[in-house]
């Protein structure tokens, strides 16, 4: 198994793209650990790794809450001594309709948990990942962050949150590639996400195809699984 052995950590793991995530690291002997707002979500996620064949733990974690953020980490260290990869993957998809349509409430939190609460994970997870021999950082920034992009339908506090990131990961990248962490980053557009455990998953894409989550698995995975020497920092797309 190509990751047996490591350890990976996933937010935003309840569902959708994490989800999918999770179940592919623990079908490749990788020992996972899943976040979601809501534990019954994370644990549901966990147990379909474990039914996959993989090991799992569920954790509670509200990126929007920085104490919420603590108590995550807390409870990582408490179960594992060293975390080999970081999956940034957590970040409340926002569609409203227009600009004024979206409450307040909902621009802040989607704000507050994909900027801040990536940073906060980040910084509560690296000092287990720095007691890694192959720490690595992967953020789902989506092609919201890139600049100039604007194809989503997505509301603009989640181009900000993502703008935000994309900010982050990169400035992060020059500064623990000294310390041999190595910070990758996705800029994917919009793009379906089939059940993992049905038989959309392993169906084969033709020219043309929207982006399936199976082809950003296998990049993430590609990406990891190279010689520390190698350092593939992003990852863009052409939408199609």
Request: with cysteine; hydrophobic share 40%; aromatic share 10%.
């Amino acid at each position: 198994m190509e990751f047996a052995g490591y350890r990976v950590v996933v937010t935003g793991a309840g569902r959708g793209f994490g989800r999918a995530l999770a179940l592919a690291f623990g079908r490749e002997g990788a020992e996972v650990f899943v976040s979601a707002r809501r534990f019954q979500a994370a644990e549901d996620t966990a147990q379909e790794v474990r039914q996959v064949g993989g090991r799992a733990h569920a954790f509670e974690c509200d990126l929007a809450d920085a104490e919420s953020v603590r108590e995550f980490a807390e409870g990582l260290a408490e179960t594992a001594d060293a975390v080999d990869v970081l999956v940034n993957n957590g970040a409340p998809y926002l569609d409203a309709g227009g600009f004024t349509e979206a409450t307040d409430e909902q621009v802040a939190e989607t704000i507050a948990a994909g900027a801040a609460g990536t940073v906060l994970v980040t910084k509560a997870v690296l000092p287990l990942l720095l007691r890694s021999d192959r720490p690595d950082i992967v953020t789902m920034v989506s092609g919201c962050g890139e600049y100039g992009n604007h194809r989503s339908a997505a509301h603009e506090a989640f181009y900000a949150a993502k703008s935000a990131q994309a900010g982050f990961t990169e400035v992060l990248s020059k500064r623990l590639r000294p310390q041999g962490v190595r910070v990758i980053s996705l800029y994917p557009p919009d793009f379906e996400t089939p059940d993992p455990l049905g038989p959309e998953w392993d169906e084969p894409t033709r020219n043309g195809d929207a982006l399936r989550a199976r082809s950003l698995v296998d990049c993430v995975r590609f990406a990891i699984g190279q010689p520390r020497d190698c350092f593939i920092k992003s990852f863009y797309f052409e939408q199609v």
